[in-house]
């Protein structure tokens, strides 16, 4: 036992750094916790202080123009970064989502993304009035809007379908560039595009769950 306590003394400047290194590493790993955080929350103030942007997409049709070429249409698409959310954050800054949730009867523990989009679809339909019986009828469809209708007395009844398909992409933002190489993460984005080029987008939100 004597000579333990003798080895003991003997060593104390070891035991020494090896307790200073411990705390220092976990000063170190408070101080990159505290910074993430921080910076977390800075995008976040970027982000709800920003707004998604509208863009144009090219969308090749499959189709040939008289002259041969590809046919070509512009679909409208936007773009958002991602908020960061604590699950605490989450249940108080979207209620609404995290009732959603709930009501699918899902976990918010398990729930990684949320996403809220807008659109408002408006189309331009010109088409002849139809005689069905002796009753006077309309009719119209197309790749992405159906109408159609009867007219009794002076009033009508219409069917009204507009058929659309959403694209949805979350890509990472490199922070940092050299050359071809890219590195780190400067954020997170979320692209989404409507098939139907009559679809615009009016909100959209997206939501990251830590």
């Known amino acids: 036992m004597k000579n333990f306590i003798q080895f003991i003394a003997g060593k104390w400047q070891y035991f020494l750094l090896i307790l200073l290194f411990i705390i220092i590493s976990a000063l170190v790993d408070s101080n990159k916790k505290q910074k993430a955080e921080i910076d977390r929350k800075t995008k976040n103030i970027e982000v709800l202080n920003s707004n998604y942007v509208s863009y144009k997409s090219a969308y090749n049709t499959g ?7 590809d046919s070509i249409i512009k679909l409208n698409a936007a773009k958002v970064q991602a908020l960061s959310y604590s699950v605490d954050e989450f249940k108080q800054f979207r209620a609404s989502d995290n009732q959603t949730i709930n009501e699918l009867n899902l976990k918010l523990k398990n729930v990684q993304s949320v996403t809220n989009i807008g659109t408002s679809t408006t189309s331009t339909i010109s088409t002849k009035i139809q005689y069905v019986d002796s009753t006077k009828c309309l009719q119209f469809q197309d790749k992405f809007t159906t109408v159609s209708g009867c007219f009794k007395g002076d ?13 949805t992409v979350v890509s990472r933002i490199p922070k940092c560039h050299f050359l071809w190489w890219s590195w780190g993460i400067k954020a997170i984005q979320l692209d989404i595009r409507a098939q139907n080029p009559n679809t615009k987008f009016s909100y959209l939100k997206y939501i990251e769950l830590k």
């Open 63 to 69: 189709l040939k123009t008289i002259h041969g070429k």
């Open 155 to 167: 009033s009508i009844n219409l069917l009204v379908e507009n058929r659309d398909s959403l694209t």
